[in-house]
């Protein structure tokens, strides 16, 4: 057994609530440099949040005002972002724990996501989660195929933590999730192989 086939066959939701950071091997140019929060990882699939492609429109502001939620401004405000290729016409809210509503998919004791519009009311109105990030789209694998991917070398994955799922800082993001591994993203080959 490889050290890659003990990683891989731990508990079928081994990734949930972690952060999977895209190796520069990647062949998928949607996903290069990318960091993805990881909401499910189950024997039927996985789903995650792209977390650093942020949308500079809408803003927040206008996306309330195409939904028809006040007030108007609102009295907070969230980061939008691009969750993914999947599903892209669909909002989700990546947020904290501390709040949920019927119909939030608790990840762990400290990520949730909700993906119907009460959380932007609560939002709006000054209330609701304290840290949020809405998305619109997702990331999703079918039944193995992340595992496979790991496997293939195309992600790393990292514990999650507060600055890298929800602060502005895109740009840095990948090499902030690789720092965490401590990893120098220009010490990384390109190229996958095997020992």
């Known amino acids: 057994m490889t050290k890659t086939d003990t990683i891989v066959s731990r508990e079928p939701n081994w990734l949930t609530g972690q952060i999977l950071v895209a190796m520069p091997a990647m ?5 290069v440099q990318t960091v993805i929060f990881l909401c499910a990882h189950t024997q039927e699939g996985a789903m995650g949040v792209v977390l650093n492609r942020p949308l500079r429109r809408p803003k927040f502001v206008e996306l309330l005002a195409q939904l028809g939620i006040e007030p108007s401004p609102p009295q907070r405000q969230v980061r939008l972002g691009t969750g993914g290729p999947v599903d892209d016409n ?5 947020h904290s724990a501390d709040w949920t509503v019927e119909g939030s998919m608790l990840v762990d004791e400290h990520y949730a996501l909700t993906a ?22 997702y990331a999703g694998w079918d039944a193995g195929q992340l595992d496979e991917e790991i ?4 992600w790393l994955s990292v514990p ?8 502005e800082d895109c740009p840095s993001k990948w ?7 401590k990893i120098d993203p220009g010490m990384l ?6 020992a």
Do not use: C, H, M, W
Not at 189 to 194: E, I, K, V
């Open 151 to 154: 496997r293939q070398n195309a």
């Open 27 to 31: 062949q998928d140019p949607r996903f």
């Open 175 to 181: 090499a902030r999730a690789l720092a965490k591994l």
């Open 90 to 94: 669909r909002g989700f809210v990546l």
């Open 189 to 194: 080959s390109g190229t996958a192989g095997r």
């Open 160 to 167: 999650a933590d507060e600055a890298i799922v929800y602060d």
């Open 116 to 137: 119907n519009l009460e959380v932007l009311q609560a939002i709006a109105a000054g209330a609701g989660p304290s840290q949020g990030l809405l998305v619109l789209g």
